[in-house]
């Protein structure tokens, strides 16, 4: 099967613009989230999404980012006004399980890195 | 508050050396822990999920709720598992099964 798959794989930006990523999960998962990766870190979950609904962006710094995911198969996550502190990798998973269930494995995007000057 | 700790940035070994990289999680419930790995210039995925008491490449690890670790160990260590290796905490039953990762230990083994 397709694994996840994230565009654009590179994005160069300066401070104040705008951009966004897109995120196609495998087909069938329902569950789809994106994470913030940040040179040195793990992974940190900015937003989770089961089938078209938000489930948890309680770490979504709402004021600055977005997140959809129209008909329940694609998302996009969005940055406006960009800062330098947003540089970092974002990632994108999908899980076929439902949220909360006991199988929770976890199928990783290639990840978008997004440098801000 | 959840929290996985990775002590080691970095852990250096020599081929056929054991290996162990240390995990230690702050939960108050009952958690689900995992180990994710990177392999250079691949992707993240999992290696292992300790409900599943399996070994997978050789590695094995063990939840201890009195020590709250959940370290990840192989007897002789390959050239080929050099990678990023990451610690994860699913709060099962509570938040939706979120990832908390830790910040990952850099393993390197050397010929």
């Known amino acids: 099967e397709a694994g996840v798959a994230q565009s654009p794989r590179y994005k160069i930006i300066e401070k104040r613009q705008s951009v966004a990523f897109w995120c196609n999960p495998i087909?069938?998962?329902?569950?789809l989230y994106w994470y913030q990766q940040i040179l040195g870190q793990g992974p940190k979950l900015l937003i989770q999404?089961?089938?078209?609904?938000?489930?948890?962006d309680s770490q979504l710094p709402k004021d600055r980012f977005s997140a959809e995911r129209l008909k329940g198969v694609d998302s996009t996550l969005k940055i406006q006004p960009a800062k330098l502190e947003d540089s970092a990798v974002y990632l994108c998973?999908?899980?076929?399980?439902?949220?909360?269930?006991?199988?929770?494995?976890?199928?990783f995007g290639p990840g978008t890195r997004l440098t801000v000057l | 508050a959840q929290r996985v700790t990775q002590p080691e940035k970095l852990l250096s070994v020599f081929k056929g050396a054991p290996v162990e990289l240390k995990c230690n999680y702050s939960y108050s419930g009952s958690p689900e822990l995992f180990w994710y790995v990177q392999y250079s210039r691949q992707r993240l995925q999992l290696l292992l999920r300790?409900?599943s008491r399996e070994s997978i490449k050789g590695f094995t690890a063990d939840l201890n709720k009195g020590e709250t670790s959940f370290h990840l160990k192989k007897p002789f260590a390959q050239e080929e598992d050099s990678a990023m290796y990451y610690c994860?905490?699913?709060?099962?039953?509570?938040?939706?099964?979120?990832?908390?990762f830790g910040k990952g230990t850099k393993l390197s083994v050397k010929p």
């Open positions: 999404f089961q089938n078209n609904g938000v489930v948890d």
């Open positions: 994860a905490l699913s709060a099962y039953g509570g938040s939706q099964g979120n990832l908390i």
């Open positions: 087909s069938g998962h329902a569950t």
């Open positions: 998973a999908s899980s076929p399980g439902l949220a909360g269930g006991l199988y929770n494995e976890q199928f």
């Open positions: 300790h409900i």
